[in-house]
């Protein structure tokens, strides 16, 4: 996906770029920004920690509030069947559970393209391998990179709220990871940006600007 994400830009005539994730996107940000530094002006990850030392350093509370990791990474098709029974009941779920949040702090047309998504199986499928990918390869090559720091200048937000806020110092998971660090924490849980959008525009546009 990083390797994607460098040629779609590439296609656009642009060969250097700031790059922000949230979530998967930022798993995949990051990625980018270890295998493609020359392109990559600045980063900011959006409340994760690091996929190795989540996977790593997995404890009780961590497994039971992020259950879906180890969920969604069965081999197909079993969490495939138990999501189509009703998908709409686990992924608002989701978008509920990983820290303060309620079904009105999102846009209701962004809800409307979210449930048409969640519905396919096919886009069901797909989630379920990227979580597989995670555990199968990605917590490996990331292993394999421990000695690698990302040296641009990077913006490491979290929710105030979040799940990985209460259990983790966020922050601190990054430290050793990268050398040129900022990090703010944002009124919110896991989807603060849509809980806070304008708090979050702002930081990020500071941090832009800057770089």
Known sequence: MARDMVALMNSLGLTNFHVAGHDR????AHRLALDHAQSVLSLTLMDIVPTEHLLTHMTTEIAKAY???LFLAQPY??????ITHDPD??????LLGFGKASLSDFDPDLLTEYRAAWRDPDCIRAMCHDY????EIDWGDDRDDLHRSITCPTL?????DGAMAHLLDVPATWADRLSNMKHAAIDGGHFFPDQSPNATTSVLLDFLTSN
């Open 25 to 28: 996107g930022a798993r995949t």
């Open 89 to 94: 009941a686990y992924f608002e779920r989701c």
């Open 67 to 69: 259950y879906h990791w």
């Open 77 to 82: 098709p079993f969490p495939e069947t138990m």
């Open 156 to 160: 490491v937000l979290y929710g105030k």
């Open 132 to 135: 597989r990918a995670a555990i």
